[in-house]
């Protein structure tokens, strides 16, 4: 299974875009949108039912979107009919709908990351997908990421104001 890793945290390979013959009709934001065509073609069954997690489209190799989800994968992005999985998420689908109708197309791939989770001081394991999006936007600036784009704080952080008002 193909990984990547972002900050620690381990990312696989689900899905490859594609371009389907077998067409359906969709709304886009109240718009009928005829013969939708974007599929994906899922390289480890069952994943569209992962909860919870940070995702990454890459187009070849290279960095185009960094997201998250809170329901499961299937909710955020697809649109199961016909037994395929289409792909129904944002404006990027018409990007990525263009980049596999070209000539030469590169692959669009789909990772999600295996366990965006980590320790809490009790030892309860807290998922923190939304700030590892956060991480990844900031730190790589996917093309595609319009929102998310949070400049490093020039603050202090609360424990560091108080521990200096407050010498032991």
Not at 10 to 15: L, N, P, V, Y
Not at 27 to 48: A, H, R, S, T
Not at 50 to 68: H, M, N, P, R
Not at 91 to 112: T, V, Y
Request: proline content about 6%; overall charge negative.
């Amino acid at each position: 299974m193909p990984s990547k890793n972002y900050f620690g945290f381990d990312f696989a390979k689900i899905a490859v875009a594609a371009i389907t013959d077998l067409k359906t009709d969709i709304k886009y934001n109240g718009e009928l949108v005829q013969g939708w065509d974007v599929v994906l073609d899922f390289q480890i069954p069952g994943c569209e039912n992962a909860c919870q997690s940070t995702y990454l489209v890459f187009v070849d190799d290279i960095l185009k979107y960094a997201g998250e989800y809170s329901g499961t994968f299937q909710e955020r992005w697809l649109l199961p009919r016909n037994g395929l999985f289409y792909v129904w998420h944002s404006e990027n689908d018409f990007r990525m709908q263009r980049i596999l109708k070209g000539n030469n197309a590169p692959e669009i791939s789909i990772w999600l990351c295996v366990d965006p989770t980590l320790a809490a001081p009790d030892g309860e394991r807290w998922n923190i997908n939304m700030a590892l999006e956060q991480r990844i936007i900031m730190e790589h600036q996917p093309e595609w990421n319009k929102r998310g784009r949070i400049k490093p704080t020039t603050g202090l952080p609360f424990h560091e104001i108080t521990a200096a008002s407050n010498p032991s």
